[in-house]
């Protein structure tokens, strides 16, 4: 771990209001600095102020008053490729960081005022499964995540899911894909959405070189004014079409799409199959953390 490391993951897991957490990113740097002009090693320098969490939890027991800090955590103790297997990161609600002290129109202080620390106040869960506001890993769940394979609300990842999407492959309201990208917007080598931009795209709006939609502009296109009355006809056009092998493979998956919406009872398994899984992977994520938490967690 280097300074820039051991900071962060102090300042992080402080917990504290936003204008607290500058200053002590301050300090500590201020400390650090001193300390390595007068010879010593940045190794020496962090054994000596001790583990990062420990050292968060002291602070934020000073600047609140309490030791219950707004977070609960599990991490596991196995590790692979030096990650933990699994580092769970959940807001905890029992506990609410105090913001400002509040002064009354005479300037007399009559408390604080109290808060969570938002995202930027709560450390990131970093593991080969990771979970939390913000998660890390080569599987990752959260708020804002980063991982190989990515699901949250702004997600960036090699297989990416999430409102703001962005990866390889990606799937979201807002989709932007190196390859494939599949969302309300899309953009990407191969996009379908309903404003849907790339090389071979597929969309209400739909703009590319190779191009099926009810608005299209591109090079080779087919406008779909009515898809029951030119369904065969769309297969066609599929079909004679003289594009790049992985233009047909995608226009292939497209084309098993629309005869779902042509004729709904053709997929149903599929769907009955798909609602199941995804059920049951909704049901482990809800559940399993929270018993490694309980499991996990001691209050101090």
């Not at 790339?198 to 009810?214: D, I, K, M, R, S």
Request: hydrophobic letters at 45%.
């Amino acid at each position: 771990m280097n300074a820039k490391q051991y900071v962060r993951e102090i300042v992080q897991r402080s917990c504290l209001p936003a204008k607290e957490r500058r200053k002590l990113k301050i300090d500590l740097e201020n400390e650090i600095d001193v300390a390595l002009e007068r010879g010593e090693s940045i190794e020496l320098i962090i054994e000596r102020m001790g583990d990062p969490d420990k050292l968060a939890a002291e602070i934020y027991e000073n600047y609140a008053g309490e030791p219950l800090r707004p977070f609960r955590e599990y991490k596991s103790s196995t590790t692979l490729f030096g990650l933990p297997l699994v580092h769970i990161i959940r807001m905890n609600y029992a506990a609410l960081t105090p913001n400002v002290r509040t002064f009354s129109s005479r300037g007399i202080s009559i408390g604080r005022r109290y808060s969570y620390p938002g995202l930027s106040g709560l450390p990131a869960a970093h593991g080969v499964f990771a979970l939390g506001p913000k998660a890390k890993g080569i599987i990752s769940v959260g708020n804002l995540s980063t991982g190989l394979i990515s699901i949250g609300n702004l997600s960036a990842g090699l297989i990416s899911i999430g409102n703001v999407s962005g990866g390889l492959f990606s799937l979201g309201n807002i989709s932007l894909a190196l390859l494939v990208a599949l969302g309300n917007f899309a953009a990407g080598a191969l996009s379908a959405g309903n404003l849907a931009v790339g090389y071979g795209v597929a969309g209400n709006l739909a703009c590319g070189e190779f191009a099926v939609g009810n608005e299209v502009m591109g090079t080779h296109t087919f406008s779909v004014s009515n898809l029951h009355a030119q369904f065969e006809t769309i297969k066609m056009f599929f079909r004679g079409l003289d594009a790049p092998a992985p233009i047909k493979v995608f226009f292939g998956y497209i084309e098993k799409l629309l005869e779902v919406f042509h004729d709904p009872m053709s997929a149903t398994l599929y769907i009955i199959g798909f609602l199941f899984i995804l059920a049951i992977i909704i049901l482990i994520l809800c559940i399993v953390p929270n018993r490694l938490l309980n499991r996990n967690y001691e209050p101090n």
